[in-house]
């Protein structure tokens, strides 16, 4: 097998584009020159544009799960209350983190591979009327579910005074956000997803309300305490050392998205969700998710074969990487990310190597349907040439 190349379709980490992965060379600066703070000024009023929201995105260093603990945490309090909507292993991933910060959680656990349903929640709502937020995942990963946010916000504020959390982490930078258009209370996301980044950074916004409860908040911890960051971030500063490297990579990565337009990387992300679809279905493969219910970022395949053996024998022959099955779905499916720096070009190739890959696996299938048939989707929706 050729060597030094390999195609990471894993929903996160992902691919680095080159230019990004560049400009993170620079040499070091220090953590309070004049410099760093200018690269702070620049991608600020940037990145509210990619959350589509008006209030400041703090970028904390740390994982996506560090975003997930710090909503949860500044938001809510030790005894108080909040309801979890768990449609897979982050959603149950963020009722742990409150069960270790003593929030008490109601929780509304969907089947596996489907979204939620808001009006569940409205009932929740009006037996727990305490309830201080509702938690909710927004794409949830290990289902390639993309859940009704929007929707959800809207029964949230009817019903209640509740924030609305959602954990955006495998889909901000795939689609058009409207946080505050939405109503959602805190949004935050990771570096390593959509955002074309490696991993390192998280990102939260947080709205005017939610502002107030956190404000009222004594105990919000330190690290993740975010008035911190928001003070700091007003003066184009961190209250700790930032992720500097990777503050560079961000700038010219939103410089590559601000250059797409951010309407035309949702319907890249749109597309190619139905081009990988379409290939799966032209070779009769159960999908996990109903179409209605299809993330743009991250696909899970429910094969009428062996995930594992197909994982791994996509790997070893074409170093063609996809995710295995989290929790319950372990084995028994395959998820493929298509989000970030991947584009129709990427797909087509991607799903050739997959009927090859289902060939050597022993599937009878005819080779090239499933190419053909993204091909007639590119083609019915893709960009003309100008
Ligand atoms: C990847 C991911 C996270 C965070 O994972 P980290 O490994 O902490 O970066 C959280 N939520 C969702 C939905 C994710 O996809």
């Given at each position: 097998m050729l060597q030094d190349q390999q195609y990471l379709r894993i929903p996160g980490p992902t691919p680095i584009p080159p230019s990004v992965e560049r400009a993170m060379t620079?040499?070091?600066?220090?953590?309070?020159?004049?410099?760093t703070d200018d690269l702070q000024?620049?991608?600020?009023?940037?990145?509210?544009?990619?959350?589509?929201t008006d209030q400041d995105v703090l970028i904390v260093a740390g994982s996506g799960t560090s975003g997930l603990e710090a909503a949860?945490?500044?938001?809510?309090?030790r005894g108080e209350e909040a309801i979890v909507i768990i449609s897979g292993s982050f959603g149950a991933r963020f009722e742990k983190i409150c069960h270790a910060h003593g929030i008490l959680v109601h929780r509304y656990e969907t089947v596996w591979g489907e979204a939620f349903?808001?009006?569940?929640?409205?009932?929740m709502l009006k037996e727990h009327p305490d309830v201080k937020a509702v938690?909710?995942?927004?794409?949830?990963?290990?289902?390639?579910?993309?859940?009704?946010?929007?929707?959800?916000?809207?029964?949230?504020?009817?019903?209640?005074?509740?924030?609305?959390?959602?954990?955006?982490?495998?889909?901000?930078?795939?689609v058009e956000a409207k946080m505050d258009e939405w109503g959602l209370d805190v949004l935050v996301t990771g570096?390593?997803?959509?955002?074309?980044?490696?991993?390192?950074?998280?990102?939260?916004?947080?709205?005017e309300r939610a502002w107030k409860q956190i404000e009222?908040?004594?105990e919000r911890g330190f690290y993740l305490d975010l008035v911190q960051y928001r003070d700091s971030i007003r003066h184009n500063t961190?209250?700790?050392?930032?992720?500097?490297?990777?503050?560079?990579?961000?700038?010219?990565?939103?410089?590559?998205?601000?250059k797409e337009g951010i309407a035309e990387v949702a319907a890249r992300h749109e597309l190619m969700r139905d081009m990988v679809r379409v290939a799966f279905k032209a070779h009769g493969v159960p999908l996990l998710t109903t179409d209605k219910a299809a993330s743009p970022t991250v696909t899970a395949v429910k094969p009428d074969f062996d995930a594992e053996q197909f994982r791994s024998l996509i790997s070893s022959e074409f170093g063609l990487s996809v995710a295995s099955g989290q929790g319950e779905l372990k084995g028994k499916i395959f998820r493929v990310g298509h989000m970030g720096y991947c584009s129709p070009a990427d797909v087509l190739q991607m799903i050739a190597l997959f009927e090859l890959g289902m060939i050597r696996s022993g599937k009878q299938i005819e080779p090239g349907k499933g190419t053909a048939a993204a091909q007639q989707v590119y083609l019915q929706k893709g960009d003309q040439p100008k």
């Amino acid at each position: 097998m050729l060597q030094d190349q390999q195609y990471l379709r894993i929903p996160g980490p992902t691919p680095i584009p080159p230019s990004v992965e560049r400009a993170m060379t620079k040499p070091m600066v220090g953590h309070r020159a004049a410099v760093t703070d200018d690269l702070q000024a620049k991608i600020r009023p940037r990145l509210r544009k990619v959350f589509g929201t008006d209030q400041d995105v703090l970028i904390v260093a740390g994982s996506g799960t560090s975003g997930l603990e710090a909503a949860a945490i500044n938001t809510v309090r030790r005894g108080e209350e909040a309801i979890v909507i768990i449609s897979g292993s982050f959603g149950a991933r963020f009722e742990k983190i409150c069960h270790a910060h003593g929030i008490l959680v109601h929780r509304y656990e969907t089947v596996w591979g489907e979204a939620f349903d808001p009006e569940h929640v409205r009932g929740m709502l009006k037996e727990h009327p305490d309830v201080k937020a509702v938690i909710a995942t927004y794409c949830e990963t290990s289902t390639g579910v993309v859940n009704p946010v929007a929707e959800l916000a809207k029964v949230v504020r009817e019903e209640s005074d509740a924030l609305v959390i959602a954990d955006g982490v495998s889909i901000i930078g795939g689609v058009e956000a409207k946080m505050d258009e939405w109503g959602l209370d805190v949004l935050v996301t990771g570096s390593q997803k959509a955002m074309m980044l490696p991993p390192g950074l998280m990102f939260a916004a947080v709205s005017e309300r939610a502002w107030k409860q956190i404000e009222a908040n004594p105990e919000r911890g330190f690290y993740l305490d975010l008035v911190q960051y928001r003070d700091s971030i007003r003066h184009n500063t961190t209250p700790f050392t930032p992720a500097i490297s990777l503050l560079y990579g961000l700038d010219r990565a939103l410089e590559l998205i601000e250059k797409e337009g951010i309407a035309e990387v949702a319907a890249r992300h749109e597309l190619m969700r139905d081009m990988v679809r379409v290939a799966f279905k032209a070779h009769g493969v159960p999908l996990l998710t109903t179409d209605k219910a299809a993330s743009p970022t991250v696909t899970a395949v429910k094969p009428d074969f062996d995930a594992e053996q197909f994982r791994s024998l996509i790997s070893s022959e074409f170093g063609l990487s996809v995710a295995s099955g989290q929790g319950e779905l372990k084995g028994k499916i395959f998820r493929v990310g298509h989000m970030g720096y991947c584009s129709p070009a990427d797909v087509l190739q991607m799903i050739a190597l997959f009927e090859l890959g289902m060939i050597r696996s022993g599937k009878q299938i005819e080779p090239g349907k499933g190419t053909a048939a993204a091909q007639q989707v590119y083609l019915q929706k893709g960009d003309q040439p100008k």
